[in-house]
C-alpha cells in the first residue's frame, strides 16, 4: 500500500469516529484542480440533503495544481499518498476512511456525487457492493470516447462475466459503493488502472452480495489530457483477469492442444490418411501430433502450478472443488502414474530397439512406433517433475498437498 501522510494535522483513528462517520466518500486525486471542488460540494450537499452523516476524503496522488488546497477549503480530507497509481491512491484513501459505508469515485466531476444516497440506501439494504452502471443509465455526449463505449467496456465486461461469472453489466464504472467488512477482506493489491478489476473479481470470489443502479455519466471538467490511456490501461485490464484465471489461460488452451496432439498420433498410428481425395497425411503430420501432445502437456502443468500458486498465496477465493482435489492427489499418486507412462514408454521403446537390431541396424522402418513410444516416454517423465514441483509450491507457503493438512 500507498505511505499516507496525513494533510497539516495528525488525523484520528477510525475506531474513535466509527459511529459518527457512517458514509466516507473516497475520491483519489491527481491534478484536478479545475473539477475537485464540484465533487466535494456535491457529496456534502447529499449528505446534507439526506441527513447523511459523512465524509470526503481525498486521496492525493502528488498533485501541484492546488488540488490540495481546493479539497480542504471545501471540506474534504486530504491524504497524501506517495505511491503513484489509480489503485495505490483508492487503497490508501479507504484504508482512511472512518465510515461503514464507503462510496468511491472519480474527482473529474464525471459522475455526479449527489447520488450517494442512492448507494447508502442499497447498502443499508444488504448489499455488500453496489456497483453505478453507466449503460443502464445515461453516457452524455463526449463523456466517452466511442471505441470505449462500444468496444472496450463491453468487450472487458463481457471477458469478466465469462471468467469469473461475476454477471456484472458494467465492470469499470468509477462510481461503486461497498462495506468496509466487505472491502478489507477482498485483500486488493494493485495499484493502477487494474485495481477495478481486481475488486469485481475477488468480490465475486468471495461471494458477495452485488447490485447495480443505473446512473448518468458526464463530460467530465477536468481541461487536461486523462490520465487513462486507452490501449496500455485496457491491456493491463485484461491481462490482470488472465493472471487470475488459470482456467482460461492455460487449462483450456493446453488440453485442447493435447487432445489434437493425440488425436493425430492415434490417427495416423496404423498408417498414412487420405483427406480431401488428394491430400495425404503421413509420418510428418504424426510428429506434429506428439509435438502438440507435449506441449499440451506442458502447459497444463503450468495451469496446475498457477493454480496452487492462486491457492497458496490465497489470490483464488473459490477453491472448494481444488481443495478437494488436492486432499485426493497425492506426491505419490503423480509419481506412480508418471511411472507408468515412463515406462511403458521405455518398454516400446526397448522393443522397437530389439528389433531394430535383430534386423542388423538397416533401415528403421517402425518410425510411428518409435514416435508412439516415445511420447508417452516424455509424457511419463513431464508428471513426475511436475508432481515435485507441485508438491513443493504446496510446501513452501505452507499449505500441504495430499497427506498434510491444507489450511
Known amino acids: 500500500m500507498g505511505t499516507i501522510l ?5 488525523q484520528p483513528a477510525r475506531t474513535d469516529l466509527s459511529q459518527v462517520v457512517e458514509i466516507s466518500v473516497v475520491i483519489p486525486c491527481l491534478n484536478e484542480a479545475n473539477s475537485l471542488a464540484y465533487c466535494v460540494d456535491k457529496a456534502m450537499k447529499a449528505f ?3 441527513g447523511l452523516s459523512g465524509e470526503v476524503v481525498v486521496a492525493d496522488n502528488g498533485s501541484t495544481d492546488g488540488s490540495i488546497q481546493i479539497a480542504e477549503e471545501h471540506g474534504a480530507r486530504v491524504i497524501r499518498v506517495v505511491e ?3 489503485g495505490a ?5 479507504i484504508a482512511a476512511a472512518r465510515g461503514p459505508f464507503i462510496i468511491m469515485g472519480d474527482a473529474d466531476d464525471s459522475y455526479d456525487f449527489t447520488d450517494v444516497p442512492r448507494f447508502v440506501e442499497k447498502l443499508r439494504d444488504g448489499n455488500d457492493i453496489v456497483m453505478g452502471n453507466r449503460f443502464r443509465g445515461e453516457i452524455k455526449p463526449g463523456a466517452m470516447p466511442w471505441h470505449h463505449k462500444y468496444i472496450g467496456n463491453p468487450g472487458l465486461t463481457s471477458l469478466l462475466n465469462l471468467f469469473f461469472n ?3 453489466g458494467d465492470s469499470h ?3 461503486r459503493g461497498f462495506t468496509r467488512a466487505v472491502y478489507d477482506r477482498m485483500d486488493l493489491r494493485s495499484t493502477g488502472m487494474e485495481f477495478a478489476s481486481e475488486f469485481v473479481i475477488k468480490a465475486t470470489q468471495l461471494g458477495a452480495r452485488m447490485s447495480e443502479i443505473p446512473i448518468t455519466l458526464w463530460a467530465d471538467k477536468r481541461g487536461r489530457p486523462p490520465h487513462l490511456r486507452s490501449f496500455r490501461d485496457g491491456w493491463r485490464h485484461l491481462r490482470f483477469m488472465l493472471l487470475y484465471t488459470p482456467n482460461w489461460l492455460f487449462l483450456l488452451p493446453g488440453a485442447s492442444f493435447g487432445a489434437l496432439g493425440l488425436f493425430l498420433v492415434f490417427w495416423l498410428l496404423p498408417g498414412p490418411r487420405t483427406v480431401a481425395s488428394h491430400v495425404v497425411l503421413d509420418v510428418h503430420t504424426m510428429i506434429f501430433g506428439v509435438i502438440f501432445t507435449l506441449l499440451g502437456a506442458q502447459i497444463v502443468s503450468i495451469g496446475l502450478f ?4 492462486s491457492y497458496c498465496e490465497r489470490f483464488d477465493r473459490g477453491t472448494v472443488s481444488l481443495k478437494r482435489v488436492l486432499r485426493r492427489v497425492t506426491l505419490e499418486s503423480g509419481l506412480l ?3 507408468a507412462l515412463f515406462l511403458a514408454g521405455f518398454a516400446g521403446c526397448a522393443w522397437v530397439t530389439w528389433r531394430w537390431a535383430a534386423s542388423g541396424f538397416g533401415e528403421l522402418h517402425e518410425v510411428r512406433q518409435v514416435l508412439f513410444w516415445s511420447m508417452w516416454l516424455f509424457l511419463g517423465l513431464q508428471v513426475i517433475f511436475a508432481s515435485f514441483f507441485l508438491s513443493m509450491l504446496g510446501i513452501s507457503r505452507g499449505t500441504y498437498i495430499g497427506d498434510y493438512e491444507l489450511k
Open 6 to 10: 496525513a494533510s497539516e494535522v495528525a
Open 48 to 50: 446534507q440533503a439526506a
Open 84 to 86: 503513484r497509481g489509480y
Open 89 to 93: 491512491a483508492l487503497r490508501a484513501g
Open 166 to 168: 461475476a454477471r456484472i
Open 173 to 175: 464504472c468509477g462510481m
Open 306 to 309: 498457477a493454480k496452487v500458486f
Open 337 to 339: 502414474l508418471g511411472g
